[in-house]
């Protein structure tokens, strides 16, 4: 399968790369433009992204762009409940390849906090995430269930997460297989980004995505909530 093959939604387009290097330094490229038009325009740039295993190139070159990083406010999609040194910390993955150099004068703002259980740190982030500005860039990742940030299907309180106007930022969610709790930004804030990136690897994130293209239920793969302009997609073998 191929990403041209694809029948988008009008309004949504798609970037193909030859390699997850190729990707990630255009995907850096593109993302400092924005934030430096933003900070031209406005003062400062927001920007939040996803963890896993697939960003840490995009963060690396990114973190070597030229840019007024202290004007600059860096947030995450979703979290993993566990503390910054765990090794599946998604803040710890944005700390080890994103804030280094110039870039760690930007303001990282965390989901995660010690809280006594996962409902009140959802509460705590959600409080945190109403001094986030208005997000210019997100980047968002997807699973091959079709998940993105962690709203997960299946999870308690995913219908609730994955309202087109719900007024919470932050939601507890759980993932079926990797285990550990998670907190997710909620679909409305998600979607109020000016700029919003699909950035995704591999054959199988190709075939999700396909199969996500042909269906509209939102809740069996909460993906689809996002296949609308002006997403941009980005891909690599
Ligand atoms: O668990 C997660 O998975 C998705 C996809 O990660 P990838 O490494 O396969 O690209 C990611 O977008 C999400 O933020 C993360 O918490």
């Given at each position: 399968?191929a990403i041209?093959?694809?029948?988008l939604?009008?309004g949504?387009?798609?970037?193909?790369f030859?390699?997850?290097?190729?990707?990630a330094?255009?995907?850096?490229?593109g993302?400092?433009?924005?934030?430096?038009d933003?900070?031209?325009?406005?003062?400062?740039?927001?920007?939040?992204?996803?963890?896993?295993r697939?960003p840490?190139?995009?963060?690396?070159?990114?973190a070597?762009?030229?840019l007024?990083?202290s004007?600059?406010?860096?947030?995450?999609?979703?979290e993993r409940?566990?503390p910054?040194?765990?090794?599946?910390?998604?803040?710890?993955?944005?700390?080890?390849y994103?804030?280094q150099?110039?870039?760690?004068k930007?303001?990282?703002?965390?989901?995660?906090?010690?809280?006594?259980?996962?409902?009140q740190?959802?509460?705590?982030?959600?409080?945190?995430?109403?001094?986030?500005?208005?997000i210019?860039?997100?980047?968002?990742?997807?699973g091959?269930?079709?998940h993105?940030?962690?709203l997960?299907?299946?999870?308690?309180?995913?219908?609730?997460a994955l309202q087109?106007d719900?007024?919470?930022?932050?939601w507890?969610?759980?993932?079926?297989?990797?285990?550990?709790?998670?907190?997710t930004m909620s679909?409305?804030?998600?979607?109020?980004?000016?700029?919003?990136v699909?950035?995704?690897s591999?054959?199988?994130?190709l075939?999700t995505?396909s199969?996500a293209?042909?269906?509209?239920?939102?809740a069996a793969?909460?993906?689809?909530?996002?296949?609308?302009p002006?997403?941009e997609i980005?891909?690599?073998?």
């Amino acid at each position: 399968m191929a990403i041209s093959n694809l029948k988008l939604p009008q309004g949504v387009s798609a970037h193909a790369f030859k390699s997850p290097v190729l990707l990630a330094e255009s995907l850096a490229l593109g993302v400092a433009k924005k934030l430096s038009d933003a900070i031209d325009a406005q003062g400062t740039a927001t920007l939040v992204v996803s963890g896993g295993r697939s960003p840490i190139a995009f963060f690396q070159h990114l973190a070597r762009q030229t840019l007024d990083w202290s004007n600059v406010v860096i947030s995450l999609a979703d979290e993993r409940w566990v503390p910054v040194e765990h090794a599946d910390s998604n803040a710890g993955l944005i700390k080890r390849y994103l804030l280094q150099g110039p870039a760690a004068k930007a303001q990282f703002l965390s989901l995660y906090s010690a809280s006594a259980n996962l409902e009140q740190a959802a509460e705590q982030a959600d409080r945190l995430l109403s001094e986030l500005p208005v997000i210019d860039v997100l980047i968002l990742g997807m699973g091959d269930d079709g998940h993105t940030a962690s709203l997960f299907p299946n999870s308690p309180n995913l219908a609730e997460a994955l309202q087109a106007d719900g007024v919470r930022r932050c939601w507890p969610m759980l993932a079926p297989t990797v285990p550990h709790q998670r907190l997710t930004m909620s679909r409305a804030l998600l979607a109020s980004a000016k700029h919003k990136v699909l950035s995704i690897s591999g054959q199988s994130k190709l075939t999700t995505l396909s199969t996500a293209l042909a269906g509209d239920d939102v809740a069996a793969m909460p993906v689809r909530a996002f296949l609308q302009p002006t997403l941009e997609i980005y891909w690599c073998p």
